[in-house]
């Protein structure tokens, strides 16, 4: 069994001259993952100021995001967009990570100092991801995969919008990190470091709460190397300090509202939204209406609206039994891109994404699929586990089917799928060698 994040090439392979090195090899690495970083780095700041900055015609969840930054930088926390009753309809850390900046910078037309903060933030994704696939193969395979993610539209697209998924990019990144980090060295600190990933990205979508039952969990009990209690002991740690991490934004909302609310309160709207005649037929099939999420009786206390709302889902999804298994399907297909691509293309649907960029991102995504799966079949030749990859595949999943179907939903996989396509694309290439 080959261990993690060394290449063993064969003895065909073996180079001429001599070995230059490790730490000849580690600057090389890095030099060439640097050059990889700043070139995404400016070509996504490029994005922001000649294309993204000037879309401003639709609305969508960018300006609560944007709002609420300008709140918090006057000294505000959460409060409801033009109101002072507390709000929760999304997790607080991405309009955190954008407060800096709206506190020197304002809000000007456009968010450009908000956007290129995501823009940062997407290098840094570049830069993890590359540090991912070292981590899994070696570094030959860690710039392929900082190069992919550098170019790949569905990586690039995000960061040009004022929205959760390219934080949750950088926090499915540093969880997977510490995953491997985990399997490799079994310890408290490691364990922490991985409830404190899992902690922060529940912050910034509650559905990546299932990432400590799919990942956390399952990560600390596998290690083979500690006993079984151990093993309990690293669960512990890491659920303790996920919890603590979450700690303070679920106690707010606990004292805050008078419905039970933990993360969100997004729950509501989200259920209601999926479920209903718009979204059960038709050509929304699968999808989300905002019509139908508001089409209930407005409420002062955020809490109490989405409960209603969910009631209100609730009932249309037992008025709809023999139609659900239908409308599964179609938001699991469209969260994959299986079931109406182009439709999912559209500008309308896509939410601040250049119609141009999302077909070439659409294109990207069929081409990278299958390189992706020859990866899975050359890391399980490696000995290398696979599983904690694929599981981001399985919360994507769980979370379209019991929500709707949105491509940006698919970003927390797009880590996975660029450093799983990168161990295939070498491996395809050190077959084409050998042969």
Not at 157 to 166: A, K, Q, R, W
Request: aromatic fraction near 8%.
């Amino acid at each position: 069994m080959l261990e993690l994040g060394t290449e063993q090439p064969t003895a065909s392979q073996q180079p001429r001259r001599a070995h230059p090195g490790p730490r000849r090899e580690r600057r090389r690495f890095w030099t060439g993952l640097g050059l990889i970083v700043a070139g995404g780095l400016v070509g996504r700041i490029l994005y922001v100021m000649i294309v993204t900055r000037h879309q401003n015609a639709k609305l969508y969840d960018s300006l609560w995001y944007e709002l609420q930054a300008l709140g918090l930088a006057s000294g505000r926390f959460f409060p409801v967009v033009l109101g002072f009753r507390p709000d929760a309809a999304h997790p607080p850390l991405t309009s955190l990570v954008i407060t800096p900046v709206t506190y020197f910078f304002g809000l000007p037309p456009g968010a450009a100092p908000q956007r290129l903060t995501m823009a940062v933030l997407g290098a840094v994704v570049v830069l993890l991801v590359g540090i991912l696939g070292r981590t899994l193969v070696g570094p030959g395979v860690g710039l392929l995969a900082a190069l992919v993610a550098a170019a790949y539209p569905n990586m690039w697209m995000p960061n040009g919008i004022v929205m959760s998924e390219t934080v949750s990019m950088v926090m499915v990144a540093l969880i997977l990190l510490a995953t491997y980090r985990l399997f490799r060295s079994p310890t408290w600190g490691n364990a922490a470091l991985m409830g404190l990933a899992c902690g922060m990205a529940m912050l910034v979508r509650a559905e990546l709460a299932l990432l400590v039952l799919c990942l956390l969990v399952p990560a600390a009990l596998v290690v083979r190397s500690v006993s079984w209690k151990g093993r309990l002991k690293l669960l512990t740690v890491g659920v303790v300090v996920a919890g603590l991490t979450v700690g303070p934004w679920v106690g707010r909302n606990l004292a805050s509202f008078k419905e039970p609310t933990f993360l969100s309160t997004g729950e509501g709207p989200v259920l209601l939204g999926a479920n209903c005649p718009a979204t059960y037929y038709g050509p929304e099939l699968g999808s989300w209406s905002l019509a139908c999420s508001i089409a209930v009786p407005h409420a002062a206390d955020q809490s109490v609206e989405s409960a209603r709302q969910t009631a209100a889902a609730e009932r249309n999804i037992e008025s709809n039994p023999g139609r659900l298994p239908v409308v599964v399907l179609a938001r699991v297909g469209r969260v994959w891109d299986f079931y109406e691509p182009l439709q999912m293309v559209d500008g309308d649907v896509n939410e601040g994404r250049p119609v141009p960029a999302s077909f070439a991102g659409l294109m990207a995504y069929y081409l990278l699929l299958p390189a992706a799966a020859v990866g899975i079949v050359a890391l399980r030749r490696r000995g290398v586990p696979v599983w904690p990859m694929v599981v981001i595949a399985v919360a994507v999943t769980v979370v379209a089917a019991t929500g709707y179907g949105l491509v940006r939903f698919r970003a927390d996989f797009e880590v996975s799928l660029v450093v799983l396509a990168a161990v295939g694309f070498n491996a395809g290439w050190r077959w084409i060698r050998r042969n």
